[in-house]
């Protein structure tokens, strides 16, 4: 008889990193006597890492583990942690049945060659080496994200389902982390292979709309946006969203976007449905003296880009929809719904937290009484129209897990 795929969430406040990571472990196995096959740890950088790391490992010797950092906090079905500053949470899962493998490397200066050996040593890790696994979960350094997407395509194939979220701090100082048992870095990417025994689900989009402003790339280089339509791309962007540009002169520090530009993004098109385009956000970072952006992800010469503009009210409201629509897409698989894993743009979080409670709800309404994990990440990977695993900004993944509605 098959084995059924079961999942458990835990998450604590705890400032001392030992007693956060005794309370979510002892929430965790509280009922059980097996160890978990996989372990997704999400922690505020606050916490001592490395002690999150051994003391997790020696509880549990035989788990795979997956972790990053969280900005701010961390949320799961029961409630939302983030005005501590100290959260530490964890999703569990259990499937004798399934394969599991999870890895870790330093970018340093060929992030694609690291991606692929995290990638191979996950597949190895799994016992399962040469497949294609169902789900490729990916956690890197905020700017390494498209390399490691593009070398893991290359490795199981463009049509792999990519998910995850970058590592995160709380103030954009470069204090995120990843981590496996094996190693934790600074700037590198974590990679986890996951052969399901059930089912899996996985919806990514924005809840942004264009503006209807667009221009065309004419200088760029990867996440520095120097041209749209041959003028400084600062210029354009802010005379795109009827605001006057910050007066700086050669020699001044960058000026800071982030708060300012999360409802006011700009955006590519990847595909479209219906003929309603589908957009990929690029969350403008800072200006520079000589007018060019700074970004959180690529932009090539030759792109199209568009003003895009959000509200407060459609970041609230678009995690319960697209819990929706990821729910409705497992059932129609024949599958029940037994655990989620939910990446929430930091940035998003960050301009809507004191509604992030609503946020909970509204997940925990549309899934019913199922555990689910969030992470707030600073950038987001998924798959997008076409079939095809993306980086972007100011994004949501749901990702549902389910067992057949009917376990023989």
């Not at 309370?23 to 890492?49: K, M, Q, W, Y």
């Not at 899962?93 to 692929?116: I, M």
């Not at 050996?117 to 390494?144: F, I």
């Not at 089912?199 to 809840?207: D, P, R």
Request: charged share 20%.
């Amino acid at each position: 008889m098959r084995q059924v795929l079961k999942f458990k969430s835990a998450i604590s406040s705890e400032s001392d990193t030992a007693e956060a990571c005794e309370s979510i472990l002892g929430d965790l196995l509280a009922d059980r006597s097996d160890e978990p096959d996989l372990l997704f740890v999400f922690a505020s950088c606050t916490h001592n890492i490395g002690a999150i790391r051994q003391l997790v490992s020696s509880r549990l010797p035989d788990a795979q583990i997956h972790g990053g950092t969280s900005c701010r906090g961390s949320m799961n079905e029961e409630r939302v942690e983030l005005s501590g500053g100290f959260a530490l949470s964890a999703l569990a899962v259990w499937d004798p049945d399934g394969a599991y493998g999870s890895s870790a490397r330093a970018c340093g200066d060929n992030p694609k060659l690291a991606a692929r050996q995290a990638l191979l040593s996950a597949l190895e890790q799994a016992g399962r080496p040469g497949e294609v696994p169902d789900l490729v979960w990916l956690t890197a350094a905020p700017g390494q994200e498209e390399l490691a997407v593009e070398a893991i395509k290359e490795v199981v194939g463009d049509r792999a389902l990519i998910v995850g979220g970058s590592s995160a701090d709380n103030d954009i100082s470069g204090q995120w982390c990843q981590f496996t048992r094996e190693a934790q870095f600074c700037e590198g990417l974590a990679v986890t292979a996951m052969f399901i025994t059930g089912a899996v689900s996985s919806v990514f989009q924005c809840g942004y709309a264009s503006a209807g402003r667009s221009g065309r790339v004419t200088k760029s280089d990867k996440r520095r946006l120097y041209e749209i339509d041959h003028r400084p791309a600062g210029d354009v962007y802010f005379d795109w969203s009827d605001r006057p540009a910050p007066h700086l002169t050669n020699g001044d520090d960058p000026k800071g976007l982030l708060p300012d530009s999360t409802l006011i993004p700009l955006g590519k098109v990847s595909g479209d449905l219906a003929s309603v385009p589908f957009h990929l956000l690029l969350h403008p970072a800072a200006v520079h003296a000589d007018g060019s952006l700074d970004l959180f992800a690529d932009v090539q010469e030759g792109d199209e880009v568009f003003l895009m503009q959000g509200t407060k009210q459609s970041i609230v409201a678009r995690a319960g929809r697209l819990a929706c629509l990821a729910r409705a897409d497992l059932q129609s698989k024949g599958a029940q719904c037994s655990c989620a894993l939910i990446v929430f743009c930091g940035g998003c979080m960050l301009a809507v937290e004191e509604e992030m409670e609503t946020v909970r709800r509204s997940i925990a309404d549309t899934l019913g009484p199922i555990p689910f994990l969030v992470m707030f990440s600073f950038g987001e990977q998924g798959q997008v129209l076409g079939g095809q695993s993306q980086h972007a900004n100011l994004m949501i993944s749901c990702t549902i897990f389910g067992n057949p509605a009917v376990v023989g």
